[in-house]
């Protein structure tokens, strides 16, 4: 009884006066975790448009089977470029070309590809290439007259926000965590490339100067 006393008395005695104030900050609260949950997903969708198949020689081609000299087929159907787009070989984690600086938006097009010398590697892509050639099982579409291999392929990149992505082999897109020394190698080189822009800009900017004299 004393317990129920004690609690009607704090409730009389609450600053009932506050409550619209709290009710206003649970509300502002909760709409900024939407708000970062919708950027977020917004995100997501552009890293999902991102795909890359490893292609064989075009219909019609004369070459055989055996030797045909894979690509890789990279897609972009999202509207924004990516960077520094790594694709790897989704069994052995093998990088299968040269990092690929950008990948403009709404884009296909196909990269050589940089085969390991290590024997397994070899014989896991000689397999590959000698099996049953049939569409990679994605929702996006190459549009362009290829045959597709089924390989399952791993991809990192950087988003036009600066955000890291990678994607599984099985096809799962997730937000990336670079590494300290990573992170320092991508600062000094975006440092390197804004020190470079603007020393090309002030020298357009003195050449511009001299041409407004000379006329």
């Known amino acids: 009884m004393r317990n129920m006393s004690i609690l009607a008395a704090s409730l009389f005695g609450w600053d009932w006066g506050n409550v619209p104030a ?4 649970a509300s502002v609260v909760l709409a900024a975790i ?5 950027v977020r997903d917004q995100k997501m969708a552009q890293a999902r448009k991102i795909a890359a198949w490893v292609i064989g020689s075009a219909h019609g081609d004369t070459e055989s089977d055996h030797e045909r000299q894979p690509e890789l087929l990279v897609s972009n159907s999202s509207d924004a470029s990516i960077f520094e787009l790594k694709v790897r070989d989704g069994i052995t984690g093998q990088t299968l070309c040269s990092p690929i600086s950008e990948v403009p938006a709404t884009s296909k097009a196909r990269h050589r ?8 590697v070899q014989a896991i892509w000689a397999a590959a290439m000698l099996g049953m050639i049939v569409v990679w099982a994605s929702s996006e579409s190459t549009d362009i007259d290829v045959d597709l291999l089924e390989m399952p392929l791993r991809m990192e990149f950087r988003d036009a926000q600066g955000m890291w992505w990678k994607r599984d082999s099985s096809g799962k897109v997730r937000p990336l965590r670079l590494s300290i020394p990573d992170r320092l190698a991508f600062a000094l080189t975006r440092w390197s490339a804004k020190k470079a822009f603007r020393e090309l800009r002030k020298e357009q900017k003195v050449a511009e100067k001299v041409n407004e004299e000379a006329n």
Do not use: F, I, K, P
């Open 22 to 25: 709290w009710v206003g900050t």
């Open 34 to 38: 939407a708000y970062r949950r919708s």
């Open 113 to 120: 590809m940089d085969l390991a010398d290590d024997a397994e």
